[in-house]
C-alpha cells in the first residue's frame, strides 16, 4: 500500500484475517466504545484482547480514554468483537482511516453494529445520564468515509440511508432501556468534526435543524457499515447539556466520568439487547 493510500478492501480482508487468526471467536456482533464507556467489557467471557497496534493497517489511537484494543468474546451466548477506542476525524484521520476497524468487523463476519458514543444533550429530554437511540442524523463533519475511489467490493457507490438505523433494533432497546430502568429517548444526532465544543450560537442554530444530541463521532462508522450491509444501533449517553443549555463550563473530564456511570448502564442494557442482536 502506497504511504498516503487510506486502507481499502483488500488491506480490511488482511486486517480481519489477522484478528480471526488470533482468536477462535466469530464475531457476529460488533461494539464500538465511545469516550470513557470501557465499563461493559467485564461482560466478555473467553475474551482475547488484540492491541490496534498489532492488527495490519490499523490507525493509532491517541484521545484519553480510548485505548486502543480489539476485544473478542462471548457475551452470553453471542460471539461478540468489541473496539475499544476510536479514531476521529479532528484528530486528522482521514475519512477512510476512522471508518477502517468498522470495515475490518464486517470482513470478520459480524452483522449487526451497535456504535455508543457520548454527547451532549440538546434536546429537553436528553439529561445527563440519559441514553438517545439515533433516529436519523446530520453528518455536518464535511467529510464522507464513502467519498474517493470506489470499490465496489464494499458495495454501493451511492448508499441509501433512509433508514441507517435499523427501526426494529430500536424497538428492542426502548424495551430492554424499559426493563432495566435506564432513561432513554429517539432522536437525531448531529455530527460535528470538532475538537472545540459548540458555541452557544452553534447549539441554538443545530436545534432549530432537528437536532437532539450532538456529538464528534459515530457517523463515519455508520455509513461504512450501511454500505458493507450491517444493521446499525446507535446509542449515544449522554454526558452533560450541550453549551449554552449547560450551566457550567464543558470539559472533556466530565465526559470521562459521567460515561463511567452510564457505562453501567449501557452495560446492563446491551445483557437485555445481546440475544436480539445475534439473531441476524
Ligand atoms: N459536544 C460535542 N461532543 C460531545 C459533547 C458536546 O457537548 N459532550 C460529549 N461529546
Redesign the pocket.
Known amino acids: 500500500m502506497a504511504a498516503n493510500k487510506s486502507p481499502g478492501y483488500d488491506e480490511a480482508s488482511r486486517a480481519a484475517r489477522y484478528v480471526l487468526s488470533h482468536s477462535k471467536i466469530r464475531p457476529r456482533v460488533g461494539v464500538i466504545l465511545g469516550?470513557g464507556l470501557s465499563g461493559v467489557l467485564g461482560r466478555l467471557r473467553e475474551a482475547d484482547r488484540i492491541p490496534y497496534r498489532k492488527i495490519p493497517f490499523f490507525p493509532k489511537t491517541s484521545v484519553a480514554g480510548h485505548a486502543g484494543v480489539l476485544h473478542l468474546g462471548n457475551w452470553g451466548k453471542v460471539p461478540v468483537a468489541v473496539l475499544e477506542g476510536r479514531m476521529h476525524l479532528y484528530e486528522g484521520y482521514r475519512p477512510a482511516q476512522v471508518a477502517f476497524p468498522t470495515r475490518v468487523l464486517a470482513r470478520a463476519g459480524v452483522r449487526t453494529l451497535v456504535v455508543t458514543?457520548?454527547?451532549?444533550g440538546i434536546a429537553p429530554a436528553a439529561s445527563p445520564g440519559s441514553f438517545m437511540f439515533f433516529r436519523d442524523h446530520l453528518n455536518y463533519q464535511g467529510a464522507n468515509p464513502l467519498a474517493g475511489p470506489h470499490d465496489s467490493r464494499w458495495g454501493e457507490r451511492f448508499v441509501d440511508v433512509s433508514e441507517a438505523y435499523d427501526a426494529r433494533l430500536r424497538r428492542e432497546a426502548r424495551r430492554a432501556a424499559r426493563a432495566c430502568g435506564v432513561k432513554c429517548f429517539e432522536g437525531v444526532y448531529v455530527a460535528?468534526l470538532?475538537p472545540s465544543?459548540?458555541t452557544p450560537a452553534e447549539i441554538r442554530a443545530l436545534r432549530c435543524l432537528g437536532a437532539d444530541a450532538?456529538?464528534?463521532s459515530t457517523v463515519p462508522e455508520v455509513l461504512a457499515a450501511r454500505q458493507a450491509g450491517l444493521r446499525v444501533l446507535a446509542i449515544a449517553t449522554i454526558?452533560?447539556r450541550?453549551?449554552g443549555i449547560s450551566r457550567t463550563p464543558?470539559s472533556h473530564q466530565e465526559?470521562l466520568s459521567v460515561g463511567k456511570k452510564t457505562g453501567r448502564d449501557l452495560a446492563r442494557l446491551l445483557d437485555a439487547l445481546m440475544p436480539k442482536l445475534g439473531e441476524a
Open positions: 469516550s458514543c457520548a454527547a451532549g460535528l470538532g465544543y459548540e450532538v456529538g464528534m454526558s452533560n450541550a453549551a464543558l465526559v
